[in-house]
């Protein structure tokens, strides 16, 4: 089992539609999750971290399911600049003993006028 | 300006060759990754530093070489032993402590071979 699973989408939507994401994890011991935001061609930039209590950023909503393992990302009234890659991130352990950021493969959302 | 600065942006390899990517931050952050990202795959760690002159290796080390000389400066060497090179390669910085865990990205490298 991948570490971090994530659809790949396309995940096509119109402008004002809510949509989300879920991306599930292996490591049941991870502490810290985000959601990055990576444009085409471009770096991976935070779009928020997910708490226990879950959490809002104006139209972006994250939540943690620990029990099943899992986060999510809604995006409601989806704007055309939302269209991106959205990128699930965990907490990992090298071999070393060493926590790493372990990153999904992406959720591409399409958002049509 | 402040941030982190990856140069160049677009490299091209010939066969045989070692190949160096930049990576300097002004932010004071003190740990620091080079990352690769190939399409359908997520970003892959291949060194990191916690601190000045000291790094380790990531998942996918082999091929690589890192230096850690200054605390802005952190650069990648590609060498010829990397078979498959061609990929986006992205530098991040970490600030230890504070915001745990949370990572920030330079623009990144397209490496491309000839």
């Known amino acids: 089992r991948k570490e971090v699973e994530q659809d790949p989408g396309p995940f096509n939507v119109p402008e004002g539609a809510t949509v989300a994401f879920n991306c599930t994890y292996s490591n049941s011991a991870s502490q810290s999750f985000f959601w990055y935001r990576q444009d085409c061609r471009k770096e991976p930039k935070l779009l928020m971290s997910v708490y226990s209590s879950g959490n809002e950023d104006g139209r972006f909503t994250a939540q943690l399911n620990r029990a099943s393992q899992y986060i999510s990302l809604l995006i409601r009234d989806s704007k055309l600049s939302d269209s991106a890659t959205y990128l699930c991130?965990?907490?990992?352990?090298?071999?070393?003993?060493?926590?790493?950021?372990?990153f999904g493969t992406g959720t591409r959302l399409l958002v049509s006028p | 300006d402040g941030g982190i600065t990856q140069s160049p942006k677009y490299l091209f390899r010939k066969e045989g060759q070692n190949v160096t990517l930049s990576c300097e931050q002004n932010l004071n952050h003190d740990a620091m990754y080079w990352y690769r990202q190939d399409p359908g795959q997520g970003l892959r760690l291949i060194y990191y530093s916690q601190i000045v002159n000291d790094f380790q290796k990531g998942d996918i080390a082999e091929g690589y070489s890192v230096s850690r000389e200054k605390k802005e400066s952190f650069p990648l060497t590609v060498t010829s032993a990397q078979k498959n090179p061609t990929a986006f390669y992205l530098c991040a910085t970490q600030l230890k402590g504070v915001a745990k865990n949370i990572q920030y990205f330079g623009a990144g490298t397209r490496l491309s071979v000839l």
């Open positions: 991130v965990v907490i990992g352990t090298l071999n070393t003993g060493f926590q790493k950021l372990v």
